[in-house]
């Protein structure tokens, strides 16, 4: 499980990583690291929803109960 602290104002921080990695790591094009950016958000917004400033984490059961789109 990953421990998360709600930030918001931080949320870009690791979604700017995540991008940097999918580029120079794993060699994603643009296009779709942005697909891959805007999904991770989306799905990190609807499972902080409510938890601003409290620590939770993000297990199985938030993974396979987002209904993200």
Do not use: K, W
Request: aromatic content about 6%; glycine content about 12%; proline content about 3%.
């Amino acid at each position: 499980m990953i421990s998360v602290t709600v930030d918001r104002r931080r949320l870009e921080d690791p979604l700017v990583a995540f991008d940097e990695y999918l580029g120079r790591v794993r060699g994603v094009c643009a296009g779709t690291r942005r697909n891959y950016v805007e999904h991770v958000r989306a799905f990190l917004q609807a499972v902080l929803v409510g938890a601003a400033g409290t620590g939770t984490e993000i297990g199985p059961r938030e993974v396979g109960s987002s209904s993200v789109s």
